[in-house]
């Protein structure tokens, strides 16, 4: 049905199209002078029909569903749905969907089969409005759109004001995913914290996501203190930084000051495939090849390293950061200009020490932006560390040791059923929650740096 | 003060210099075997990555298959009862046939275990199409199970001691046996990209993940492509230069480095959760990438608009087109190779993106492939994902071939990517 809402949509805005256009062109060939050219007036007219009415469709199918819900439930006595708690609400629901999908599971009672009766005909009779209201809808837009085709109509106007609008639109649309995120992740945080103190979790040096079965269970209540999280975040961040940062810079000094031309287009590409990498493919490698070789090699020398340790998970993203890391150092280096190279030349330093004295200390704050940025990309990396990483929260620096992350928690939690109204769920949006904040204050403060150096040379 | 010194020592200011000089080329000779080094090192990593997929992958290109011809026993099969009857019963009996001395009940069953898993569907299938075949000999070719899979692919070591041996003496036995009737074959496993998942390595394939990434994919472009060149056209083309552009430009880079999980956050609290869209559905994973690849396609369009140079704009504008005539009909035609390859890299990182789709439930156990955008299904990504987290042997090899998969993927659209900008893109 909303296949057929659509080619209604197409075939609406294609006909007002070609009615306009001609309209139009029989003015002109009647002898007067248009002001828009008939192209023109027929784009007004299909700019017209296809904006509200697919606005109108996606409205519909968006709210559809939450209005279809509604009006099935609500004639169900109270005590069997209004009461209940939002898990079974949910159960019940699905029960009452797959009923209508004819999926039909043992001996419903009555009050299932009837709602489910209703679901069908809800649906239906959704599904019919749906056409009914676009057909209406487009029919009127063609026919106003018809109206102003004159002579002395601006529809070049019209329509570019139209068009206006809708990239104006897509622009916005970047900010509204923001605020979505903003919102989301806040809404959801602050449902947590009604939970947990925002002081446990902040301050608390035990995480124990769990939820109690029952009541008196030990240790049932669970513990919320995210320190030893983000210890762990920071223990395989620093790993990561302290294998990309001297490697990638390294990179970059070669390719930037002593590789020819022909090397540096044969080095970029092929480094390149390293960021090009999916971030699941590294994170099947560390636990394939690089955790277990680094145990034998702790085994060899008689130290015992965790399965899971940091080391591996850390390297690896490593790794995969030096092309990045490379790149941002390579565009730094090569803004600083050329003055200062040829100064230094001339004044008998050797290339090495061009670099080392002149080149890389004038090009250090777009480095420092570069690995700021690759830091805030570690914290939010997460194939790797879910692949590699532990899943026990241990309070320690120790990089043989298994750290859990922050990005681990918020998929370990949340993978599974998952409803709204639990604290271990919710942990999962408030872990979201810092993690967001934390990086958008690293990126943005690295952006700085970078525009404002790079506005010093230009 | 330093040449006073210098001097009074004997010793010409070039002769001062030319003692150092060996010890300065010196330390240049180390800097620069630093950075090959670096550069080794990357390279070595990549080289290890690449060659332990292609070594543990390659053997999962090709399956081990067991042809067999099975006797559809009209008293163990009959035609009222399809699509009922005891296939295996059936399938058992044949293999107890090539091996007459087996009679323990257990010992029969252990035989069984030979087939995969899914071969007596397969028979059950193609009697239940074709009801004529009861009574009559079917030759039937199927996969044999992980554990002989791997042993004819030598991954289960025949020199291993038994006890440690997932296979018995016995079974290695009857299976050798049954090579060497010529009944053992290592056919490519078209079944990798023609099956959907399964609990057993044998039968799993990727068909499911294949169509679920091809919707999400859709779904991705469909949104992120016109959305992200409308937001790009406006903010390079139109944009008054004032507070609101800089919030909206400030807030694409910032999108841009947001962590992949916050949209997985963002998908499930919102798409999920408040309009309650299906959860493992392609449709919701690929407006969640949609939103991730927006940025990037729009820092790329705004980098092709602004290399259209601004003699063709002034050109249409001096033969009298309006600022949108010339936008549309010249800066983005003459813009679209670079768009469109950026575009393709953009969709590229979708691909490969796994974390936002695991947290809206694509990773989910689904034995066939999805028919539609909002039917339940996994991805690309989330498929290697539950392979590699599957305790059986066989998806190791399973897992890494579905990378290969993957990569080729990747490989592909980038190199079409590549070529667009060599075939395309001009130099103003």
Known sequence: ?458 | MTDMTNRSAGKSNAEHISAGLARRHRKESILKGFGIAAISFAFLILGILLMTLVSTGYKAFTQTHLTIDVYVDPDVITRDALPRGAFDDLLENTLVEEFPDVDSSQDRRALLRIFSNGAQFTLRDRVVENPDLIGQTVSLNVPVADNFDQLNKDLISRDTPEEFRRLSDQEIAWFDALDEAGMISNPINFGLLTNADSRFPELAGLKGALVGSFWALLTCFLISFPVGIGAAIYLEEFAPKNKISDIIEVNINNLAAVPSVVFGLLALAVFIGWFGMPRSAPFVGGLTLALMTMPTIIIATRAALKSVPPSIREAAMGLGASRQQVVFQHVVPLAMPGILTGTIIGLAQALGETAPLLLIGMNAFITSAPSGPFDSATALPTQIFIWADSPERGFVSRTSAAILVLLAFLAFMNGIAIYLRQKFQRKW
């Open chain 1, 1 to 458: 049905m909303t296949t057929f809402a659509f080619a209604l949509l197409f075939a609406a805005s294609v006909f007002g199209y070609a009615w306009n256009r001609q309209a139009a062109s029989s003015l002109r060939n009647d002898g007067q002078r248009l002001h828009s050219l008939s192209g023109f007036h027929g784009l007004y007219s299909f700019l017209c029909v296809s904006i509200p009415v697919f606005v109108l469709i996606l409205v519909w199918l968006v709210f559809q569903g939450s209005v279809i819900d509604w009006l099935v439930t609500a004639p169900i006595a109270p005590e069997n749905y209004a009461t209940l708690e939002t898990g079974p609400k949910q159960l019940v629901l699905a029960e009452i969907k797959s009923i209508a999908g004819g999926r039909i599971f043992g001996t419903p009672e009555d009050w299932k089969l009837a709602a489910a009766e209703r679901l069908i005909q809800l649906r239906t009779m959704s599904a019919w409005l749906l056409l009914a209201a676009v057909f209406a809808l487009a029919v009127t837009q063609v026919l106003r759109a018809r109206r102003r085709v004159d002579a002395d109509f601006r529809a070049r106007q019209g329509a570019e004001r139209m068009i206006l609008g809708l990239i104006q639109f897509c622009a916005i649309f970047a900010v509204f995913v923001t605020v979505g995120i903003v919102f989301s992740l806040t809404f959801e945080t602050i449902k947590f914290f009604r939970m947990v103190p925002p002081l446990e979790f902040l301050f608390g040096l035990n995480w124990e996501p769990q939820i109690p079965i029952r009541a008196d269970q030990i240790a049932g209540a669970g513990a919320f203190g995210w320190l030893p999280v983000i210890v762990g975040t920071m223990v395989i961040t620093v790993i990561a930084i302290l294998v990309a940062v001297p490697t990638g810079l390294l990179t970059a000094i070669y390719l930037n000051e002593f590789a020819s031309s022909r090397a540096r287009a044969i080095i970029k590409p092929i480094l390149e495939i390293l960021s090009g990498i999916p971030t699941i493919v590294y994170g099947f490698f560390a636990v394939l090849v690089v955790a277990p070789a680094m145990r034998q090699f702790g085994a060899d020398l008689g130290i015992a390293i965790s399965p899971n340790t940091a080391l591996a998970a850390g390297s690896v993203m490593g790794v995969m950061l030096i092309p990045f890391i490379s790149s941002f150092a390579d565009d730094a280096l090569s803004a600083v200009p050329q003055s200062l190279r040829d100064g230094a030349l001339a004044l008998g330093a050797t290339r090495g020490e061009t670099m080392l004295s002149v080149l890389f200390p004038a090009a250090i704050p777009g480095i420092v932006g570069g690995v700021l940025l690759a830091v805030s990309r570690a914290i939010g990396e997460t194939m790797i560390v879910v692949m590699a990483a532990g899943l026990i929260a241990n309070m320690t620096l120790n990089p043989l040791d298994s750290v859990t992350t922050v990005t681990v928690q918020i998929v370990t939690l949340l993978i599974g059923d998952t409803s709204f109204d639990n604290p271990k769920t919710l942990a999962a949006f408030a872990l979201g929650m810092m993690l967001f904040l934390v990086t958008l204050v690293i990126n943005i403060f690295a952006l700085r740096i970078v525009r404002k150096y790079r506005e010093i040379y230009d």
